[in-house]
């Protein structure tokens, strides 16, 4: 069993800044992917950056693009999510996720975090 645990979601008021991270308790190199999903109240999970092992890409939401940034840290098996410029539409639950022992050309998470809330206030 594969453990993500999230950090870093709070409260900010619109324009400014907040890094999440994801420590995993194995190596998020041992599948396809690894990325962060975001949920509002009454919307859909939906992609806010993925990073594909393959070929080292990364795929990033058409509303967070040049703003949110993903990266890894292999050593300590982290993901980190950087977010700047926030609009209150980034509002919601940020959930990592990775898909491991799998190696599928989509990005199809087997292991979720318990997720962590971001507040972004206009």
């Known amino acids: 069993h594969v453990q993500l645990v999230e950090s870093g979601g709070g409260s900010v008021q619109a324009g400014g800044s907040l890094r999440l991270s994801c420590v995993a308790s194995?190596?998020?190199?041992?599948?396809?992917?690894v990325g962060w999903f975001r949920q509002a109240p009454g919307t859909e999970r939906e992609v806010v950056a993925l990073?594909?092992?393959?070929?080292?890409?990364?795929e990033y939401g058409a509303s967070v693009k040049g703003r949110f940034t993903i990266s890894l840290d292999n050593a300590n098996d982290t993901v980190y999510l950087d977010m700047n410029t926030l609009k209150p539409e980034d509002s919601g639950v940020y959930y990592c996720?990775?898909?491991?022992?799998?190696?599928?050309?989509?990005?199809?998470?087997?292991?979720w975090g318990q997720g962590t809330q971001v507040t972004v206030s206009s």
């Open positions: 990073f594909y092992h393959g070929d080292n890409s990364k």
């Open positions: 996720a990775a898909e491991l022992g799998r190696y599928g050309g989509n990005c199809d998470p087997n292991y």
């Open positions: 194995r190596s998020l190199y041992s599948g396809a992917c």
